[in-house]
């Protein structure tokens, strides 16, 4: 390797050693802090992520990057280097516009933010969190401003979770979308077919949920050598190092299935992505994930085209009957697929079927972007959300905590990310039609799950952010990501499920 870059390399790792330390911490905030220590939580995250600012944008940082640039410029390096190069000069030019107190403010604001989000949710009271989101909404238009003060403020934070997306080009491919959904979701509210899921309700024991999902975890593919599960108020998936991933689940005796099951597969889906990718370029942008929008096809891809299929359930449903045969005496193979795929309007995101989830990201999209482009102030979001949910799904709002208060992005300053969901489903779609166009042969169920994982290490996992999410697409499936692989899945199988 180049010096230069071999250099560049050094500092990164230096970086990323602090980045572990914010991620461990951050897992950590959401899983085990006391209630009187989330003040000095917030104040230690808050100090490594002003450590880690600082270093990065240092007069010896920059020296050690000027010097790989010029080399790069001159042609000098490999294809790997370039993308080192490449992609941290591109976060170093945002993260040098950003001065020190302001990312101290803002990493203390969303560190503070997180407790009153999680007491607010528990209360159903969204007075609690509203002024410190009131800060957060604040902090990211200035954040945006800073950046790049002549673009649209949303596509400016949009960038940092989906490189090169704009939010006019991600609204162009919603609009399409919301035409194939509404009405195909009418048409299966309106079918005479009945799908039976009271028995999903359980009791389902808290103590083989466990240890199922745990054993369902190994089967996929999840290397639980590399990886732990914590229990937290909202599933999600943190990564010290390709050896470290940190997934949460949460455990409810009336719903195993969906709250536990399903976010465990989709949560360790995003684990799977970070244990695939290239350890011996940890610390520098070729060994992390290309964007968010690809790392949610992973997830979207194991929980739903996997984990919610027949071949999936023709394999774990004889297992799942002796774990729990108390809840599921007298229930068919075919009764429990057409329940976990019963499609129904419903006030929770992270609970909603696969026909509607879209539509519960597009309206946050709509939102979000208009309180940070100023249409909507945080006072009027619940009354904004819940006419979002009137209009989308017909549904009243009982609560906060189950509308405007469901999701921990916002008190983490996350404005941006939940487009990404929507995208994942569409990339999920067309990266696994290309997936089955190479499977070799009809393969046992274990055999798949292996055939799949290994498949995404090489065409996805292994390549880091070496090419642009768009890039990558064309690469492997052969074209620009489109909406008709998305919706011709979904229209295969839930056609024949409701008979419509």
């Given at each position: 390797?180049?010096?230069?870059?071999?250099?560049?390399?050094?500092?990164?790792?230096?970086?990323?050693?602090?980045?572990?330390?914010?991620a461990?911490?951050?897992?950590?905030?959401?899983?085990?802090?006391?209630?009187?220590?989330?003040?000095?939580?917030?104040?230690?995250?808050?100090h490594?992520?002003?450590?880690?600012?600082?270093?990065?944008?240092?007069?010896?940082?920059?020296?050690?990057?000027?010097?790989?640039?010029?080399?790069?410029?001159?042609?000098?390096?490999?294809?790997?280097?370039?993308?080192?190069?490449?992609?941290?000069?591109?976060?170093?030019?945002?993260?040098?516009?950003?001065?020190?107190?302001?990312?101290?403010?803002?990493?203390?604001?969303?560190?503070?933010?997180?407790?009153f989000?999680?007491?607010a949710?528990?209360?159903?009271?969204?007075?609690?969190?509203?002024?410190y989101?009131?800060?957060?909404?604040?902090?990211?238009?200035?954040?945006?401003?800073?950046?790049?003060?002549?673009?649209?403020?949303?596509?400016?934070?949009?960038?940092?979770?989906?490189?090169?997306?704009t939010?006019?080009?991600a609204?162009?491919?919603?609009v399409?979308?919301?035409?194939?959904?509404?009405?195909?979701?009418?048409?299966?509210?309106?079918?005479?077919?009945?799908?039976?899921?009271?028995?999903?309700?359980?009791?389902?024991?808290?103590?083989?949920?466990?240890?199922f999902?745990?054993?369902?975890?190994?089967?996929?593919?999840?290397?639980?050598?590399?990886?732990?599960?914590?229990?937290?108020?909202?599933?999600?998936?943190?990564?010290?190092?390709?050896?470290?991933?940190?997934?949460?689940?949460?455990?409810k005796?009336?719903?195993?299935?969906?709250?536990?099951?399903?976010s465990?597969?989709?949560?360790?889906g995003?684990?799977?992505?970070?244990?695939?990718?290239?350890?011996?370029?940890f610390?520098?942008?070729?060994?992390?994930?290309?964007?968010?929008?690809?790392?949610?096809?992973?997830?979207?891809?194991?929980?739903?085209?996997?984990?919610?299929s027949?071949?999936?359930?023709?394999?774990?449903?004889?297992?799942?009957?002796?774990?729990?045969?108390?809840?599921?005496?007298?229930?068919?193979?075919?009764?429990?697929?057409?329940?976990?795929?019963?499609?129904?309007?419903?006030?929770i995101?992270?609970?909603?079927?696969?026909?509607?989830?879209n539509l519960?990201?597009?309206?946050?999209?709509?939102?979000?972007?208009?309180?940070?482009?100023?249409?909507?102030?945080?006072?009027?979001?619940?009354?904004?959300?819940?006419?979002?949910?009137?209009?989308?799904?017909?549904?009243?709002v009982?609560?906060?905590?189950?509308?405007?208060?469901?999701?921990?992005?916002?008190?983490?300053?996350?404005?941006?990310?939940?487009?990404?969901?929507?995208?994942?489903?569409?990339y999920?779609a067309?990266?696994?039609?290309?997936?089955?166009?190479?499977?070799?042969?009809?393969?046992?169920?274990e055999?798949?799950?292996?055939?799949l994982?290994?498949?995404?290490?090489?065409?996805?996992?292994?390549?880091?952010?070496?090419?642009?999410?768009?890039?990558?697409?064309?690469?492997?499936?052969?074209?620009?990501?489109?909406?008709?692989?998305?919706?011709e899945?979904?229209?295969?199988?839930?056609?024949?499920?409701?008979?419509?």
């Open positions: 390797m180049n010096s230069a870059v071999a250099a560049l390399r050094d500092k990164l790792l230096e970086l990323q050693h602090l980045g572990s330390v914010s461990l911490l951050g897992w950590d905030q959401q899983v085990n802090v006391p209630d009187k220590g989330h003040e000095a939580r917030a104040q230690l995250m808050a490594i992520s002003g450590l880690y600012h600082r270093s990065f944008i240092s007069s010896e940082f920059e020296m050690v990057l000027t010097k790989a640039k010029e080399i790069m410029d001159r042609g000098g390096l490999n294809e790997d280097e370039v993308c080192i190069v490449r992609e941290t000069l591109c976060d170093f030019v945002k993260s040098k516009k950003l001065p020190n107190e302001f990312v101290d403010e803002l990493s203390l604001t969303c560190a503070r933010a997180h407790d989000w999680v007491r949710r528990k209360n159903s009271d969204f007075s609690l969190f509203a002024p989101l009131e800060k957060i909404v604040e902090l990211k238009k200035q954040e945006a401003r800073l950046v790049s003060p002549n673009d649209p403020p949303y596509d400016v934070l949009l960038d940092d979770y989906e490189p090169g997306l939010s006019g080009e609204e162009k491919v919603f399409e979308l919301k035409r194939f959904l509404v009405p195909f979701v009418a048409k299966i509210v309106n079918s005479s077919t009945e799908v039976n899921d009271s028995f999903l309700k359980g009791p389902w024991a808290i103590r083989k949920q466990r240890k999902t745990r054993m369902v975890l190994n089967r996929i593919g999840f290397d639980q050598e590399a990886g732990h599960m914590g229990i937290s108020p909202h599933p999600f998936c943190e990564s010290l190092h390709p050896s470290d991933i940190r997934i949460t689940v949460r455990y005796k009336d719903d195993f299935i969906e709250q536990c099951l399903m465990a597969i989709h949560e360790s995003h684990g799977m992505y970070e244990q695939g990718l290239p350890v011996e370029y610390g520098t942008p070729r060994g992390e994930a290309v964007s968010l929008g690809i790392h949610e096809f992973n997830s979207r891809l194991w929980e739903n085209y996997i984990g919610r027949r071949l999936f359930w023709e394999y774990f449903f004889p297992e799942l009957k002796l774990y729990f045969s108390e809840v599921l005496t007298g229930v068919s193979l075919e009764s429990f697929y057409r329940a976990i795929n019963r499609v129904k309007p419903s006030l995101r992270v609970d909603a079927d696969e026909v509607t989830y519960h990201v597009i309206f946050r999209f709509e939102i979000e972007k208009d309180l940070i482009e100023g249409r909507l102030s945080v006072s009027d979001l619940p009354r904004a959300w819940n006419r979002k949910m009137a209009d989308y799904f017909g549904i009243e009982d609560k906060d905590a189950n509308g405007v208060l469901q999701d921990v992005h916002w008190s983490e300053g996350m404005f941006g990310y939940f487009p990404t969901y929507a995208l994942g489903n569409l999920a067309q990266f696994y039609n290309s997936a089955l166009g190479d499977l070799p042969e009809k393969l046992r169920p055999e798949f799950f292996k055939f994982l290994g498949w995404l290490r090489t065409n996805v996992h292994s390549k880091g952010k070496l090419y642009s999410a768009a890039e990558l697409v064309k690469r492997v499936t052969g074209e620009e990501l489109s909406v008709h692989y998305f919706q899945y979904l229209e295969y199988k839930y056609s024949e499920i409701y008979d419509i």
